[in-house]
């Protein structure tokens, strides 16, 4: 079966976005660039909720821009094709390889469980994952933790009552004192 992994940069002190709506302190650095760009090669699929890919659409027409590097045209040349699913109350199309969800994100999942391939069910965004998480869907959790308190904002974790043990699977530290903190769901 198809793992489903909650991905996303987050802050020393566990937010996704700081008070002010703000994400600059998670811009990457070559290095944790390149890991962004060989772990989305596993990727089948994306889920991603209205601002992550509200966030995300730079992407699609990125690589017209002439002072990219070659990192973020490789990166563009794998995000652009990648198939998304964009859980939204609000938009009434998307573009690109996107599609809008037709039912919720358990829904979602449980389909796209069920169809062929290998690749990993990648989710973006908070909401998203608390959703799923709550149904008990997350398989691993991976995150790049950078060296900021934010005092606020969106938390990486879903906030619901229910404890969840967790293997530590991998771990990376960078040159920028970023780590990277991969954890697997024990079932």
Known sequence: MRSVTYSMNVSLDGYIVGPDGGIDWGAPDEDVFRFWIEDIRGVDVHLLGRRLYETMLYWETADQDPSLD???????????????????????????????????????????????????????????????????LID?????????????????????????????????TYNSKVVYLRYRVVR
């Open 70 to 136: 070659e990192a973020q045209l490789e990166w563009t040349a794998l995000w652009k094709p990648l198939p998304k699913v964009v859980f939204s109350t609000t938009l009434s199309t998307v573009q690109g390889a996107a599609r809008l969800a037709s039912g919720g994100v358990a829904e979602e999942i449980e389909r796209l469980r069920a169809e062929p391939g290998e690749g990993e069910i990648a989710i973006g965004g908070a909401t998203l994952a608390a959703e799923a998480a709550a149904s008990g």
């Open 140 to 172: 691993e959790y991976r995150a790049m933790v950078y060296p900021v308190l934010v005092g606020g904002g969106i938390p990486f974790f879903p906030q619901h009552e229910r404890r969840v043990d967790l293997e530590l699977v991998e771990t990376r």
